[in-house]
């Protein structure tokens, strides 16, 4: 007999070999329905292996992740499984989950799959799903791998094969589709009730641009129709809210290709609100003691090969600068924290002088492959709203306090407060990649818990997600259409200090190492801004927004007064544009209202005479009509309430 302990600490004893599944059954068959996937001992597999000893032991449903991914893991086969009957000779890459749904890489040789043969493929699928085709796996040695996916020509297989180690390889076949995986995956394919194949690309084998490039096809499924209908519902909205389109709308930012792919360019009105950000958190962080700093766009090779992230990132990192000095290399900045830990060692520290809290807008450059790229939320230059606190053992759990409340103030002033929380710990059992003592990982682990308890979060708790250099507390935020995004993060680091020797005089006269805490509250401000245009559909706070007022006159014969209303709202710091173009005034308006403008003020012969404007609010109409100079008093009011509240 085994015994198996659950979530809330119960413990039952089952026999030797006993699978998720029937463990699922001997609680209720509704369960057993229910399930797609388990974890025993921290790792996901799949509900129909066997457990052969004691162990910690959770169910996993369509509502949790692991739940998801397993079903989108066994859809990406079932695609395969379809490509194979309707493409004989097809070859497979790879085909992973991914956040919502899955995709699967392929080379179809002579064949092109075009965007018109997905629903053909999707009814393929779904016909075969209706078999409830059960999914083995079988370990293999690596010789009758190679063998078996040889014999069928599957190259990229093969290659894939070469890199694994034997011993450590697995395949799982349903119906005649035989693939290499580790999974998990579902019992069946029977859950699969609704199929959606969203897209076709180009994919590089491998992320390697000068590898062959394959097609790369995007689905989703679901365990319910309506589930299917619901999403591809939020795709629709999720177009509109596009911050691609809207960002060129709004005239915020733009690309060129002649400047260089993944390299946005703030336009007038992007850049005023890009600093109005960053002035926010200025506030802000003034109120923390934080101290700004400034530091160059590139470094010394050596730099980055101390701090190890040359040997992490080297590779994928844009190439070094050679300088005409024989040897000499630099590298465009890929990390502010290299810099931050030489700005630390600058000075002899005491343990008096700690916690020391840098902070810096810093730009950073990142190869990312061009496939890649996406608007603001993928690109190779982009500035990180990056802190370093350096601080002692001891006061690692008041700075995570502090960071945290600077988080919430971030989150709550941009309307974002439907987020989660993940705090990623060491793994229980595995502990030879990490660095650094055991006491001080247990310090800053039990540091991060108790922060989180102290604030009220609640954090789901992740063991085997720390970094290798310490633990971590991430937030995801939902935005207004239920999508999610990773934006604060908060990681405990006692890599760097080590690498770079850093030191402060303790009370006990001994020289002692800082402990380093990474935050960024937008994490860059490309993706954040990105993020907040789609939350808000680029209806941003009146404070942020580029054009808070937008003046109407009804004819030319007002433009004269439209202008000294304008210049009247500057006195008062208030953002203000005349739309004095030959066009009929409800042409205007709804003109304006495209462009997102919180208020517009309609100006006329009565107006002009009494030195009054008639109001309009966005998505509330006519607001009747009142002074200048008390419109003028009531915005100020509400931008400084809302700047100040927080």
């Known amino acids: 007999m085994i015994k198996i302990t659950f979530p809330d600490g119960s413990v039952r004893e089952y026999n030797e070999g006993v699978t998720g599944l029937q463990i699922a059954e001997s609680i209720s068959s509704?369960?057993?329905?229910?399930?797609?996937?388990?974890?025993?001992?921290?790792?996901?597999?799949?509900?129909?292996?066997?457990?052969?000893?004691?162990?910690?032991?959770?169910?996993?449903?369509?509502?949790?992740?692991?739940?998801?991914?397993?079903?989108?893991?066994?859809?990406?086969?079932?695609?395969?499984?379809?490509?194979?009957?309707?493409?004989?000779?097809?070859?497979?890459?790879?085909?992973?989950?991914?956040?919502?749904?899955?995709?699967?890489?392929?080379?179809?040789?002579?064949?092109?799959?075009?965007?018109?043969?997905?629903?053909?493929?999707?009814?393929?699928?779904?016909?075969?799903?209706?078999?409830?085709?059960?999914?083995?796996?079988?370990?293999?040695?690596?010789?009758?791998?190679?063998?078996?996916?040889?014999?069928?020509?599957?190259?990229?297989?093969?290659?894939?094969?070469?890199?694994?180690?034997?011993?450590?390889?697995?395949?799982?076949?349903?119906?005649?589709?035989?693939?290499?995986?580790?999974?998990?995956?579902?019992?069946?394919?029977?859950?699969?009730?609704?199929?959606?194949?969203?897209?076709?690309?180009?994919?590089?084998?491998?992320?390697?641009?000068?590898?062959?490039?394959?097609?790369?096809?995007?689905?989703?499924?679901?365990?319910?129709?309506?589930?299917?209908?619901?999403?591809?519902?939020?795709?629709?909205?999720?177009?509109?809210?596009?911050?691609?389109?809207?960002?060129?709308?709004?005239?915020?930012?733009?690309?060129?290709?002649?400047?260089?792919?993944?390299?946005?360019?703030?336009?007038?009105?992007?850049?005023?609100?890009?600093?109005?950000?960053?002035?926010?958190?200025?506030?802000?962080?003034?109120?923390?003691?934080?101290?700004?700093?400034?530091?160059?766009?590139?470094?010394?090779?050596?730099?980055?090969?101390?701090?190890?992230?040359?040997?992490?990132?080297?590779?994928?990192?844009?190439?070094?600068?050679?300088?005409?000095?024989?040897?000499?290399?630099?590298?465009?900045?890929?990390?502010?924290?290299?810099?931050?830990?030489?700005?630390?060692?600058?000075?002899?520290?005491?343990?008096?002088?700690?916690?020391?809290?840098?902070?810096?807008?810093?730009?950073?450059?990142?190869?990312?492959?061009?496939?890649?790229?996406?608007?603001?939320?993928?690109?190779?230059?982009?500035?990180?709203?990056?802190?370093?606190?350096?601080?002692?053992?001891?006061?690692?759990?008041?700075?995570?306090?502090?960071?945290?409340?600077?988080i919430s103030i971030v989150f709550k002033s941009m309307g974002l407060e439907n987020f989660e929380a993940q705090i990623s710990l060491r793994d229980k059992v595995n502990r030879e990649k990490y660095i650094g003592s055991d006491e001080n990982w247990e310090k800053a682990e039990q540091a991060i818990v108790e922060a989180c308890e102290e604030k009220g979060l609640k954090a789901k708790v992740e063991y085997g997600e720390a970094a290798f250099y310490g633990p971590k507390l991430d937030f995801m935020v939902k935005d207004a259409i239920g999508r999610r995004w990773q934006l604060g993060t908060i990681q405990v680091d006692y890599n760097l200090p080590e690498r770079f020797q850093l030191e402060y005089m303790g009370s006990d006269n001994q020289k002692h190492r800082p402990v380093m805490i990474h935050r960024a509250p937008f994490g860059s401000m490309e993706r954040f801004v990105a993020v907040l245009i789609e939350h808000t559909a680029g209806k941003f706070p009146l404070w942020l927004t580029p054009d808070q007022v937008a003046i109407l006159p009804i004819s030319e014969k007002f433009n004269d007064y439209a202008n000294q209303v304008r210049l009247e709202l500057k006195k008062s710091d208030i953002r203000a544009i005349v739309d004095d173009r030959n066009e009929k005034i409800g042409r205007k308006i709804r003109d304006n209202e495209m462009k997102r403008i919180p208020y517009m003020l309609i100006v006329g012969e009565k107006e002009a005479e009494n030195g009054e404007v008639a109001v309009r609010k966005q998505g509330e109409g006519d607001k009747g009509t009142m002074k200048i100079e008390d419109f003028a008093k009531n915005i100020a009011e509400e931008v400084h309430n809302m700047i100040n509240k927080w």
């Open 30 to 406: 509704r369960l057993a329905q229910d399930v797609l996937a388990c974890a025993v001992n921290g790792e996901t597999i799949d509900l129909t292996r066997p457990i052969n000893e004691d162990a910690e032991f959770v169910l996993y449903k369509w509502e949790d992740e692991q739940g998801k991914h397993a079903f989108w893991h066994t859809s990406a086969h079932l695609l395969a499984e379809a490509l194979q009957e309707l493409y004989p000779g097809i070859q497979f890459g790879i085909g992973p989950a991914i956040e919502n749904g899955f995709y699967y890489d392929v080379d179809p040789g002579e064949a092109v799959i075009k965007e018109g043969d997905l629903p053909a493929i999707e009814k393929k699928m779904a016909e075969l799903a209706s078999k409830k085709e059960e999914l083995v796996r079988k370990s293999i040695s690596k010789e009758d791998a190679l063998k078996m996916f040889g014999e069928r020509g599957e190259t990229y297989k093969c290659e894939l094969i070469s890199e694994l180690e034997d011993g450590h390889i697995t395949t799982y076949t349903q119906g005649a589709f035989t693939d290499l995986c580790r999974g998990p995956h579902l019992p069946s394919t029977a859950p699969i009730k609704a199929i959606k194949l969203l897209s076709v690309a180009g994919a590089y084998w491998r992320g390697q641009e000068d590898r062959k490039q394959m097609t790369r096809i995007y689905g989703i499924t679901f365990p319910k129709k309506k589930m299917l209908d619901e999403y591809l519902a939020l795709l629709e909205e999720a177009k509109k809210r596009d911050h691609r389109k809207i960002g060129k709308e709004m005239d915020l930012f733009m690309f060129s290709d002649t400047v260089g792919k993944g390299l946005p360019m703030w336009l007038p009105k992007g850049t005023a609100l890009r600093i109005r950000l960053q002035d926010f958190l200025r506030r802000i962080q003034a109120r923390y003691d934080y101290q700004e700093v400034m530091c160059p766009p590139i470094g010394n090779k050596l730099l980055y090969v101390t701090s190890g992230h040359y040997a992490k990132y080297g590779k994928d990192a844009f190439q070094p600068i050679h300088t005409p000095e024989e040897g000499e290399e630099y590298f465009l900045k890929p990390m502010n924290c290299p810099h931050h830990c030489m700005i630390y060692k600058n000075t002899p520290r005491s343990y008096r002088d700690l916690p020391l809290r840098i902070a810096e807008f810093g730009t950073v450059c990142r190869y990312e492959q061009s496939g890649e790229l996406h608007g603001l939320t993928r690109v190779r230059s982009f500035t990180q709203d990056d802190a370093h606190i350096f601080c002692r053992p001891d006061q690692v759990k008041d700075e995570f306090l502090r960071v945290m409340d600077i």
